[in-house]
């Protein structure tokens, strides 16, 4: 409501003072606004930052926050209005008063998968910093924000303000290059925390804290493989409730020191099985010992029995969404160049189905007429997704595209070459996005769609 509205914002303003208030208000707002340009978060920022300057002071109007408010809304509403823009605003205007103010501010783009962020050298940096030092302030605290919007607030407000330190030191230093060397060593940690927390929590608002809990899973099984299920499902859940507790969290400290502790409990239990493990863990540094494991790649499968798959009465059991994740994490041990956005459509048709044939009136009928389907369209699904994915991993990359066209031209012997050029183009751009174990996992996964029959089809693959 109104009163809170006022009051936390006037909070901020009197704790931080203006000037590090209007950082806030950046961060905030760029995070928010990702595809916003930087004239639109100016003309916002201002906004904000002179309401709070006149009605947060003492002896203020009690009206005074209201009417600004008010006319700040009435201002969102106007035709050419300068501030971000968003489809929702006019479903906003539609309303009056306090109910429109808290649609506006409910408003927000959605985060951009691909950041676009590229620092630049360091005589750039330097020769943007002389040249106005706020206006390049600004500038980077938007473009960094916008890109990196995932990330908590707290590991954003903590990396923007180490590198501006960085910059306005190392730039009036007698020798920048050993300085920006040092600042940037000093600051590893923190800039990579921003660059992984971005990744996890981008993918927990997409996937949810289920489905995050079976693509951490999957991942570790990809890179070690003879671990078993029991080994791994404790820690992916647990780093599942890391992401939970810290993605939206506002405490200083939360993700480095939750993330932390996961690590330490990962090194604990998986160190003795395994050597890359257990080198990425003899670091003092949690942190780095983290990104370690977090960016070893997957290693070819180890000889395994066939995969169990799970009775009827299991699937549709209390314990079914388990032995559904133990049915799809022996899948990817099996098949460790098969990446996270195919594994993950895999999951989505697993819940589908249980979601359809567990309440179904014949639910064994149904689900053997689904898993008849399913074993029909899966090892080529997986076959064709490990194979693109697998030659990306081990060729260089022009070697992978001249492997690619050879398939194509085998495929498609009629094709023209402008029509197996344009393929080879589609499906290096999807491999080399979407085969690394980041991958930005909406956009991903719409480029694998299943084809419109049969519904209950595991999956295909246009692209592949």
């Known amino acids: 409501g109104r009163a809170y509205v006022r009051d936390k914002v006037c909070q901020d303003f009197k704790t ?38 006149s009605c947060c002071t003492e002896g203020a109007d009690p009206s005074c926050y209201d009417a600004g408010s008010s006319a700040l809304s009435a201002k969102s509403c106007s035709g050419g209005s300068p501030f971000p823009a968003h489809p929702g605003t006019a479903g906003c205007c539609a309303h009056e008063g306090l109910e429109r103010k808290l649609c506006l501010a409910a408003l927000q783009h959605p985060p951009q998968e691909l950041p676009r962020y590229l620092q630049p050298s360091n005589e750039e940096l330097c020769e943007a910093f002389k040249k106005d030092p706020k206006d390049f302030a600004d500038r980077f605290l938007h473009e960094y924000a916008s890109s990196y919007s995932q990330a908590p607030l707290p590991v954003l407000l903590g990396s923007t303000k180490t590198f501006l330190s960085m910059v306005s030191t190392c730039c009036i230093s007698a020798k920048p290059t050993a300085c920006f060397l040092k600042e940037k060593l000093e600051r590893k940690t923190l800039s990579l925390l921003t660059l992984m927390s971005n990744r996890v929590c981008s993918r927990f608002t ?12 999957t991942s570790l099984a990809q890179k070690m493989p003879g671990a078993s299920f029991e080994d791994l ?32 409990k990962a090194c604990g239990a998986l160190s003795a099985r395994d050597e890359r493990i257990a080198d990425c ?3 003092k540094n949690l942190m780095q010992n983290y990104f370690c494991i977090a960016a070893l790649p997957p290693v070819p499968p180890p000889k395994l029995p066939e995969v169990q798959k799970p009775t009827n009465g299991q699937l549709c059991s209390e314990e079914g969404p388990r032995h559904a994740k133990r049915f799809l994490f022996e899948l990817a041990r099996r098949h460790t160049s098969v990446p996270d956005a195919f594994l993950g459509k895999l ?15 014949d639910a064994p009928a149904c689900l053997d007429s689904k898993r008849q389907r399913m074993e029909e369209e899966l090892p080529r699904f997986l076959e064709k997704a490990g194979q693109l994915c697998g030659q990306y991993n081990e060729l260089s990359f022009l070697d992978f595209k001249k492997r690619l066209r050879e398939s194509l031209v085998q495929t498609l012997p009629e ?24 991958s930005p996992p909406l956009f991903c996964a719409s480029k694998v769609k299943p084809q419109p029959h049969p519904p209950c089809r595991a999956g295909s693959q246009p692209l592949l």
């Open 16 to 53: 931080l003072g203006k000037e590090d208030f209007r950082t806030l208000t950046i961060i905030a707002n760029s995070r928010k606004f990702s595809n916003a340009t930087f004239e639109e978060i100016d003309h916002l920022v201002r906004e904000i930052v002179s309401l709070a300057e």
């Open 415 to 438: 094709a023209s070459p402008e029509l197996l050029g344009q393929l080879v183009e589609q499906r290096a751009d999807f491999a080399s996005t979407c085969c690394p174990p980041n």
């Open 206 to 217: 997409a996937y949810g804290k289920d489905k995050v809990t079976f693509s951490y899973l």
């Open 281 to 283: 863990c003899k670091g």
């Open 347 to 361: 999951y989505d048709t697993c819940q589908q189905v249980r979601g359809e044939c567990c309440s179904a009136k």
């Open 233 to 264: 499902y404790p820690l992916a859940e647990d780093a599942a409730e890391v992401f939970s507790q810290c993605c939206d969290s506002v405490a200083e400290d939360c993700m480095q020191k939750k993330l932390s502790e996961h690590t330490a």
